[in-house]
Structure formats: C-alpha cells, structure tokens
C-alpha cells in the first residue's frame, strides 16, 4: 500500500520524490492492547503547501484507521535540490 500512495502522489504531482522505507517491525498500542506488526515507512518531499492534499490522499487509501502522518520541517535545503521540488509539484 505504501509504494502505490507514493507512486500517486508523484503521479498527482503532490511530492517530488517518494522514499520507502522498510519493512520496521512496529509496537504500538491499539484499542488497549499491545500489538506487533511489520510496517513500511513512506517518506514524501513535497512543499508544505501540499499537506491537506497528500493528507486526503494517504487517508483515503491507507487500510489504518489512524495511518502515521508526521510533517518534518525543512529548516534548510540547497537551492538545486529546493527548485527542483517546486519545479516537480503543483502547489
């Protein structure tokens, strides 16, 4: 699931770039018990103006009730690397 939402949002124009990551083994408390599983880690690069659009997408295709969405702020990126980004996302 996590390879065919990065190949949307590149295909979507949402990201520019979609790293998958895994499988993790993952330990996490659901409905008060402990559970394990083995999960993958989609990492999406794309502006911050894309979040609500890449937020609907991962929520109306991920199988979890509640998918792990964590938006990292860029502090820094070189100026190449940064236009590149916005040359390869609708924003």
């Known amino acids: 699931m996590a390879e065919e939402i990065g190949d949307a949002a590149i295909e979507h124009r949402l990201a520019a770039c979609a790293n998958l990551e895994g499988p993790v083994s993952s ?5 008060s018990v402990v559970e394990q599983a083995f ?4 990492w999406l690069k ?9 937020e609907a997408l991962v929520l109306t295709h991920h199988p979890y009730d509640v998918p792990a969405m964590v938006a990292l702020p860029c502090i820094q990126a070189n100026a190449p690397y940064e236009a ?8």
Not at 27 to 31: F, I, L, Q, V
Not at 39 to 42: D, K, Q, S
Not at 84 to 91: A, G, K, L, R, Y
């Open 46 to 54: 794309a502006p911050k103006a894309n979040w609500d659009r890449i």
């Open 39 to 42: 999960e993958f880690v989609l």
């Open 27 to 31: 330990t996490y408390r659901w409905k």
């Open 84 to 91: 590149w980004v916005h040359e390869n996302t609708d924003t």
